[in-house]
């Protein structure tokens, strides 16, 4: 079966062919940042305009460089949410017409459950069941995840998910949007221990997570001061902000793997594609006697792979979302069954 996915919840338009058979065929991507980044945050009015102008184009870019046609597609896969309403609606309205133009099912993806099954898209994919933590822009949530479509929420932030306080403390260092990954990459040149941030709760038994005392305590050490902070003091406060974010995630995960009794960990969504974070887990499943997987860097963060991926399994399942679109800016995923169960 070979189905087109369309990602377009928030600033990447991500278009991309995944085969059942013979894997990911062709995949593009459109990142808005150029056009948001003048207003240091996405404009979600903006977001939905340019996903409008990407969608048809990649689509057709993916089709040729597959080699295909549109009548080899079996179906179509689209985000429905969590997102902006406004982005997904363009999405889930191209993906369903071209459904119906094409005579050929559609399905509605949920973006955190493509970010989940992003790693099977790797050659040595895990098995279920797993301990999943998805750290991204608008989430961070360790849930258990006994098949495809059951997932159980272990533990989530209270407030700022992972990728946004990282988004936040750059914006307070100065960085340019989208933070994160320039914030991690400034890390890299920061000296360990100059800046000492405690991990958030850490001490506190549980698997919740809280991110934005971590923001503050960035902000009141950067007031404290003399005048604007140098490079290298930049670069410690990120390091020191960076240690405590991985530390705060890497203990949430081994008290995971341990209530559950689980010996598998992925790891998915934005924030997994940071160095040090894949260096402390890498390390913590060792001495667990636990294996991690990740998604390659390409598919980390926002991507239409992902999303062709999660629609074709559950296509392949027999299911298929009714024509009448129904998007939903807030979606639980533990409100999710697996492929063909109905609610
Ligand atoms: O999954 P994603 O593309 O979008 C959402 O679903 O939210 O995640 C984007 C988030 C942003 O907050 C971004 O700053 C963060 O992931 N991110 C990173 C890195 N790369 C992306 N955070 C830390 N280190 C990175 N290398
Ligand atoms: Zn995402």
Known sequence: MRVLGIESSCDETGVALYDTD??????????????????????????????????????????????????????????????????????????????????????????????????????????????????????????????????????????????????????????????????????????????????????????DFSFSGLKTAVRQAVARLSGPPDEQTKADIAAGFQAAVVRALEIKCRRALQATGYRRLVVAGGVSANRSLRQALDRMVKKEQAQVYYPDLRFCTDNGAMIAYAGAQRLLAGEQTPSSVTLRARWPLTELLPPGEAA
């Open 22 to 207: 013979r894997g990911l065929l062709a995949h593009a991507l459109f990142s808005q940042i150029s056009l948001h980044a003048e207003y240091g945050g996405v404009v979600p009015e903006l977001a939905s305009r340019d996903h409008v102008r990407r969608v048809l184009p990649l689509i057709d870019q993916v089709l040729q460089e597959a080699g295909l046609q549109r009548q080899d597609l079996n179906g179509v896969a689209y985000t429905a949410g969590p997102g902006l309403q406004g982005a997904l609606m363009v999405g889930a309205m191209i993906g369903r017409s071209l459904a119906l133009a094409w005579g050929v099912p559609a399905v509605a993806v949920h973006h955190m459950e493509g970010h989940l099954l992003a790693p099977m898209l790797e050659a040595d994919p895990p098995a279920f069941p797993f301990v999943a933590l998805l750290v991204s822009g608008g989430h961070t949530q360790l849930v258990k995840v006994e098949t495809l479509g059951r997932y159980e929420l272990l533990g989530e932030s209270l407030d700022d998910a992972a990728g946004e306080a990282f988004d936040k403390t750059a914006k307070l260092l100065g960085l340019p949007y989208p933070g994160g990954p320039e914030l991690a990459a400034l890390a890299e040149h920061g000296r360990a221990g100059e800046y000492t941030f405690t991990a958030p709760m850490i001490d506190r038994p549980g698997m």
